[in-house]
Each structure stands twice: as C-alpha cells, then as structure tokens.
C-alpha cells in the first residue's frame, strides 16, 4: 500500500525557515521521482520542486528558486523540503506526490507538474508564515 506522510509544517515568523518532510511506504524514494507541492487559500496546487532518477536531479519552480532545497534519506525512505527566507505569501498547505515514475515533469511555463496527473498524495502539512 502507497502512502506518504507530510510532517515539519507550523508557524513561523517572515524570515524563518523550516523543514517539511516526506515519508514513503510503498514505493523506495530511490526508484520513484517525488515532487512537492503547496495549495495557497483559494488557489490549486502548485509544483513547489521535485526530485527525481537515476541520479538525484533536483527542480524548483521559478516563484521559490534559490529559497528551497529538496533532497532525500534514501535510507530513511523520506524526501525533505528545506525553506528558507518565509514570506507571508508562502502560507500554504505543502504537500508530497508522486506520479510513480522515475523523472520529473517539467513544464514549458517553468513550473512543475501538473496536479491531475499525481495518482498518490499525501494529506498535507500546514505552513503558516505570519507575525
């Protein structure tokens, strides 16, 4: 059985960072690209970074490149999402997906993945960045 468990959401100050994980039963995160995204208030999801085969190639979406870094434990079957420099407009809920297969998908706007085509979610974690 799939399932993938967000955890490391919360509240933080502008400026502040946090680290989101992404646990992984029943596939191996070595074998399967995984891709993080966040749904704003009153938005659909967005492809925030991705992470994909054979050998660890990262991707981010140009509205958060240079302040996150995705990267796995594959030991720990679990992918992280490392945020830094929070703003306000990052409050989201986050959330890890795969499409189950090896690479990321790429879109010719800059961003990443498309929502409909994730077949496995996990529930999402909370990011909440305010003062």
């Known amino acids: 059985q799939v399932q993938l468990v967000e955890s490391g959401g919360g509240l933080v100050q502008p400026g502040g960072s946090l680290r989101l994980a992404c646990a992984v039963s029943?596939?191996?995160?070595?074998?399967?690209?995984i891709t993080w995204f966040r749904q704003l208030p009153g938005k659909e999801r967005e492809g925030v970074s991705c992470i994909a085969l054979p050998d660890g190639d990262t991707y981010y979406a140009d509205f958060i490149k240079g302040r996150v870094t995705i990267s796995r434990d594959i030991a720990k079957n679990t992918v992280y999402l490392q945020m830094n420099s929070l703003k306000p407009e990052d409050t989201a809920i986050y959330y890890c997906?795969?499409?189950?297969?090896?690479?990321?998908?790429?879109?010719?706007?800059?961003?990443?993945?498309?929502?409909?085509?994730?077949?496995?979610w996990g529930q999402g974690t909370q990011v909440t960045v305010s003062s």
């Open positions: 997906a795969t499409e189950a297969i090896a690479l990321c998908t790429l879109r010719d706007d800059g961003g990443i993945g498309k929502a409909d085509d994730y077949a496995y």
């Open positions: 029943g596939f191996t995160v070595g074998d399967v690209a």
